[in-house]
């Protein structure tokens, strides 16, 4: 991975307004600042931004790119009320986002919530969605997927070392697939914090688990899908438990025209966009 000091990208705040005040979202911005072709990439569950750092370095040459830190994730504000992480205000700081770059279209990348967000997003009214990547997510989300996913979000973990935050990230991500030490390493650097005590914590807010734990269950978001206009990238890892063979097969029979389905061999829940097979679907699919 390239290092903090050559990494062509300029770090962004936003106040954004939600139920209980103001917050602010932190995001990274790539390529020409007055490049009217814009696409917003956005992390899943527990992640953050500079999961995309290799995909919007190569979307950059074509395009600008802007990867925000969902609220509560990252480098961006924690909620002061937990309760009010949901997709109501993802999708209004979103929106936030979106009139901040002045583009009157743009293109989204979303790796599972991310992929949500951006699927409520474009089933909207007069939404300025162009193209949308939908990573390892869809209208229908399994009952079992979530319950593995409660197992670690949101667990208050304090680790003594890089390394061991590394190792924990190792275990639970396992899905991603084959990713190289230096992948390994560049997720695990970006997704520390320090905590009070001086020991190293994972870069969330576990308050983000209070709503996601609220009754699992089965999510059916076929409405939603049948909603959206906008030509459909659908990523899915092979071997996901979150992303259904079967429903990927009626998410590509049922997509707007112009929609693609590719699958990676070897990955589960989710691809990680650092493989090459990977950054050239995305980027064919964006800026062909």
Same mark, same amino acid.
């Given at each position: 991975?390239p290092?903090?000091?050559?990494q062509?990208?300029?770090?962004?705040?936003?106040?954004?307004?939600?139920?209980?005040?103001?917050?602010?979202?932190?995001?990274?911005?790539?390529?020409?600042?007055?490049?009217?072709?814009?696409?917003?990439?956005?992390?899943?569950?527990?992640?953050?931004?500079?999961?995309?750092?290799?995909?919007?370095?190569?979307?950059?040459?074509?395009?600008?790119?802007?990867?925000?830190?969902?609220?509560?994730?990252?480098?961006?504000?924690?909620?002061?009320?937990?309760?009010?992480y949901?997709?109501?205000?993802?999708?209004?700081d979103?929106?936030?986002? @979106?009139?901040?770059?002045g583009?009157?279209?743009?293109?989204?990348v979303?790796?599972?919530?991310?992929?949500?967000?951006?699927?409520? @997003?474009a089933?909207?009214?007069?939404?300025?969605?162009?193209?949308?990547?939908?990573?390892?997510v869809? /209208?229908?989300?399994?009952?079992?997927?979530?319950?593995?996913i409660?197992?670690?979000?949101?667990?208050?973990?304090?680790?003594?070392s890089?390394?061991?935050?590394?190792?924990?990230?190792?275990?639970?991500?396992?899905?991603?697939? /084959?990713?190289?030490?230096?992948?390994?390493?560049?997720?695990?650097?970006?997704?520390?914090?320090?905590?009070?005590?001086?020991?190293?914590?994972?870069?969330?807010?576990?308050?983000?688990?209070?709503a996601?734990?609220?009754?699992?269950?089965?999510?059916?978001l076929?409405?939603?899908?049948?909603?959206?206009?906008?030509?459909?990238?659908?990523?899915?890892?092979?071997?996901?438990?979150?992303?259904?063979?079967?429903?990927?097969?009626? @998410?590509?029979?049922?997509?707007?025209?112009?929609?693609?389905?590719?699958?990676?061999?070897g990955?589960?829940?989710?691809?990680?966009? @650092?493989?090459?097979?990977?950054?050239?679907?995305?980027?064919?699919?964006?800026?062909?």
């Amino acid at each position: 991975m390239p290092s903090a000091s050559t990494q062509p990208f300029a770090s962004r705040r936003l106040a954004c307004l939600g139920p209980h005040g103001f917050h602010r979202i932190a995001y990274t911005q790539w390529g020409d600042p007055d490049n009217a072709h814009v696409v917003i990439c956005v992390h899943g569950l527990t992640r953050n931004s500079r999961d995309f750092d290799l995909l919007a370095q190569r979307l950059a040459r074509r395009a600008r790119v802007l990867c925000p830190d969902v609220a509560g994730r990252g480098a961006s504000d924690w909620l002061s009320h937990p309760e009010d992480y949901g997709y109501p205000l993802y999708l209004s700081d979103m929106a936030a986002l @979106m009139a901040r770059c002045g583009a009157e279209r743009v293109d989204w990348v979303g790796t599972s919530m991310g992929g949500l967000i951006g699927m409520l @997003m474009a089933a909207q009214s007069g939404n300025p969605i162009r193209r949308l990547v939908v990573n390892d997510v869809g /209208p229908f989300i399994p009952k079992a997927a979530l319950e593995r996913i409660a197992t670690y979000v949101g667990v208050e973990a304090r680790f003594d070392s890089p390394a061991a935050l590394e190792a924990h990230l190792r275990r639970v991500h396992e899905p991603f697939g /084959p990713l190289s030490d230096a992948q390994w390493a560049h997720l695990a650097a970006h997704s520390t914090r320090t905590r009070p005590d001086g020991s190293l914590g994972l870069a969330y807010d576990p308050g983000i688990a209070n709503a996601f734990r609220t009754a699992i269950s089965d999510v059916d978001l076929w409405p939603v899908w049948r909603a959206m206009a906008a030509p459909v990238l659908i990523t899915r890892g092979a071997q996901s438990d979150l992303l259904l063979a079967d429903t990927a097969r009626r @998410m590509i029979d049922t997509a707007p025209p112009g929609s693609r389905l590719v699958e990676f061999e070897g990955i589960g829940h989710a691809p990680t966009f @650092m493989a090459e097979d990977q950054l050239a679907a995305v980027e064919a699919f964006l800026l062909d």
